[in-house]
């Protein structure tokens, strides 16, 4: 394992003075955790979001002059640990509720009786510049305030 990280940290300052482009371990981290949000802007899923948390971090243990073993070790291990406790909590926070459509929508919505509703019977009941049929178990007569409680096809159950 030791010779692993060794070479790992060896072929990561290789790849800092490529070019000279890098000067030190602290920038190729703060490099790519930008490079990172970037691209997580134009991805769904918090996946990349994650692993720049764990870039910045790393930046850090390379700010405060750890090893590149340590860096590479420090970043996988916190690599692990951001895509399993960190990113679940973030794609629950942004993940869309779950948000009523067509008929279920109109539960809960208020209207107004245009036709008498008979006990057991039909009548038509306006929501929303729309009128309905609608059932009820008491007479609603018109000019009343109604709740909707149910939706069965196109027909409302309503009570006052």
Same mark, same amino acid.
């Given at each position: 394992?030791?010779?692993?990280?060794?070479?790992?940290? %060896?072929?990561? #300052? =290789?790849?800092?003075?490529?070019?000279?482009?890098?000067?030190?371990? +602290?920038?190729?981290?703060?490099?790519?955790?930008?490079?990172?949000?970037?691209?997580?802007?134009?991805?769904? !899923?918090?996946?990349?979001?994650?692993?720049?948390?764990? +870039?910045?971090?790393?930046? &850090?243990?390379?700010? $405060?002059?750890?090893?590149?073993?340590?860096?590479?070790?420090?970043?996988?291990?916190? %690599?692990?640990? %951001?895509?399993?406790?960190?990113?679940?909590?973030?794609?629950?926070?942004?993940?869309?509720? #779950?948000?009523?459509? @067509? +008929? #279920?929508? $109109?539960?809960?919505?208020?209207?107004?009786?245009?036709?008498?509703?008979?006990? !057991? &019977?039909? !009548?038509?009941?306006?929501?929303? @510049?729309?009128?309905?049929?609608?059932?009820?178990?008491?007479?609603? @007569?018109? &000019? =009343?305030?109604?709740?909707?409680?149910?939706? %069965? &096809?196109?027909?409302?159950?309503?009570?006052?």
């Amino acid at each position: 394992m030791a010779a692993l990280l060794a070479a790992t940290a %060896s072929g990561f #300052d =290789e790849i800092l003075r490529l070019y000279g482009f890098l000067e030190t371990h +602290t920038e190729f981290w703060l490099w790519t955790t930008l490079l990172l949000l970037i691209a997580e802007v134009f991805t769904a !899923g918090f996946f990349l979001g994650a692993l720049a948390i764990c +870039t910045a971090l790393t930046a &850090g243990a390379a700010w $405060l002059g750890m090893s590149a073993a340590i860096q590479v070790a420090f970043f996988a291990i916190s %690599s692990i640990g %951001s895509l399993l406790w960190v990113r679940p909590v973030f794609v629950n926070l942004i993940a869309p509720k #779950d948000v009523a459509t @067509n +008929t #279920d929508a $109109l539960v809960g919505q208020t209207g107004t009786v245009v036709e008498q509703v008979p006990a !057991g &019977g039909v !009548g038509r009941v306006r929501l929303a @510049n729309e009128e309905w049929r609608a059932t009820s178990i008491s007479t609603l @007569n018109v &000019g =009343e305030s109604v709740k909707v409680h149910a939706v %069965s &096809g196109s027909t409302l159950t309503v009570a006052p």
